[in-house]
């Protein structure tokens, strides 16, 4: 039993976060009423990115945020 233990846990780091960086950068990629909307709402709200991420389905404020300071 400890065998099949070893084999199953061997690969799983390394592919989860290959995993986890390439939808991290599809997710980065915004729409165009997406940018619109986080320019217009940074303009009224400032660095409150909760909010602004509450305004766009599916974004959380890391995502805003990191999209922000990649761009501005």
Not at 36 to 45: A, C, D, F, T
Not at 51 to 62: E, M
């Amino acid at each position: 039993m400890a065998s099949s233990d070893k084999h199953s846990t061997s690969n799983d780091g390394s592919s989860t976060s290959r995993e986890e960086q390439s939808s991290q950068e599809l997710k980065l990629e915004f729409s165009e009423d997406e940018k619109s909307l986080i320019e217009r709402m940074y303009k009224l709200v400032g660095k409150r990115w909760s909010l602004i991420a509450g305004r766009i389905p599916g974004r959380s404020a890391d995502e805003i945020k990191e999209y922000w300071t990649s761009r501005f």
